[in-house]
């Protein structure tokens, strides 16, 4: 089984309906991320969250939520889904501690369609 | 701030050609610079990564060294395989918690 686990992996709403996508993660790593992925744009920063009670907004946060349920548990909400949400949604890991590079562990990504 | 520029693709190869994926970036301080590959309908994986000026990351026959004085970090493999067409980024961390990427090139490796 993947560290990182996205569901689901593929998702096709319309216009306004509310959307979660949920990741869970086995690595046991504090530090869980929300990334959005748009041809020739790299990755975008959406949420980060250090632990359960600590959630931040990254980059492009508008129009996007999150809840981190559990240690292992991040989900990311859109409450009201538009068409330029359409992208790969990816979920990502990282350690912290002494002589830890930040190296990041990815899900397989969400796959969001908005018509 | 913190900002990273790879080439940009798509990147069309034969079958054991040389490869290179130019990558600069712009940092404050010794970020870690890092190469992730993504291959079709999967998430990023590391596949090297380097901590300060002069390491050479390696692994699966691609290197990359980082280069201070030319604040670069570019992608090179002697002889490239059908398997590794892929999407291939560019990443920097610097002293907080945050990676930038950059925008990704596309390698396809034909037969």
């Known amino acids: 089984d993947a560290d990182v686990t996205q569901t689901p992996r593929n998702r096709i709403t319309k216009t306004g309906k509310r959307i979660m996508l949920e990741c869970s993660q086995t690595?046991?790593?504090?530090?869980m991320y929300w990334y959005r992925q748009d041809p020739g744009l790299g990755l975008q920063l959406i949420y980060y969250s250090f632990d359960v009670k600590d959630i931040n907004k990254g980059e492009i946060s508008d129009g996007y939520s999150v809840s981190r349920q559990a240690q292992a548990k991040f989900s990311l909400s859109l409450e009201s889904a538009i068409p330029n949400q359409t992208a790969l949604y990816f979920c990502?890991?990282?350690?912290?501690?002494?002589?830890?590079?930040?190296?990041?562990?990815f899900g397989e990504g969400s796959r969001l369609t908005v018509l | 701030g913190n900002s990273v520029t790879q080439m940009e693709g798509p990147v069309t190869l034969s079958e054991e050609a040389f490869l290179t994926i130019n990558c600069t970036y712009t940092?404050?301080?010794?970020?870690?610079l890092f190469w992730y590959v993504q291959y079709p309908g999967e998430g990023l994986q590391l596949l090297l990564k380097?901590?300060?000026?002069?390491d050479k990351g390696s692994n699966k026959g691609f290197e990359a060294t980082y280069r201070k004085e030319t604040t670069s970090f570019h992608l090179e493999k002697g002889s490239v395989q059908v398997s590794d067409s892929a999407v291939y980024f560019c990443a920097l961390k610097g002293g907080g918690f945050k990676t930038i990427f950059g925008a990704g090139t596309r390698l396809f490796v034909k037969a």
């Open positions: 940092a404050t301080g010794y970020p870690s």
């Open positions: 690595k046991g790593h504090d530090r």
């Open positions: 380097a901590t300060k000026a002069d």
């Open positions: 990502a890991t990282s350690d912290v501690g002494q002589g830890n590079t930040g190296e990041l562990f």
